[in-house]
């Protein structure tokens, strides 16, 4: 196993109960839930196959960013929370460790490097990957997508 050595955390911050208690585990200290930084909320989709979901419905949910789903929240109003709390953080003079979905991974990084955060779906992020954002006079993308077993602390 390759082990890539990262500076301790200042903070740990997490989008579920769930994800803040390994978090905690992993750096030893008390991990912050930030409810901007949960998973798309899918209302009735939740738990369901793709192939569960009416091709109508699901047409429209990769057309139109504005399309919210039976009982949750569109793929804007997801980007919009994300990047509201990614522009008003304060995160950059910290060491920060984020463990969050990986559509907010995607939005995450698409705000870092000024791109249309609408092509989140242009980017692959592996399930319990690592990614690394810095801040040094600009956010920056170190890594995308490093395979879990990789360790940065």
């Not at 803040?20 to 585990?25: Q, S, W």
């Not at 040094?136 to 077993?149: C, E, F, G, I, T």
């Amino acid at each position: 196993m390759n082990i890539i050595r990262w500076p301790k955390a200042d903070r740990g911050v997490a989008g579920n109960i769930e994800d803040a208690d390994r978090l905690e585990t992993l750096i030893g200290k008390q991990v912050t839930v930030v409810p901007e930084l949960a998973a798309c909320q899918y209302g009735e989709w939740s738990g369901r196959s793709l192939k569960a979901v009416p091709t109508e419905d699901l047409s429209l949910w990769l057309r139109d960013p504005e399309f919210v789903p039976p009982g949750g929240e569109s793929r804007s109003m997801v980007i919009d929370r994300v990047a509201h709390w990614f522009r008003n953080s304060g995160i950059e003079n910290e060491t920060v460790i984020l463990i969050v979905d990986a559509d907010i991974v995607r939005i995450l990084v698409l705000i870092c490097l000024g791109l249309d955060v609408t092509l989140a779906d242009r980017l692959d992020i592996l399930p319990s990957s690592w990614s690394i954002l810095s801040y040094v006079r600009s956010w920056r993308l170190q890594a995308l997508s490093l395979p879990p077993d990789k360790v940065f602390f």
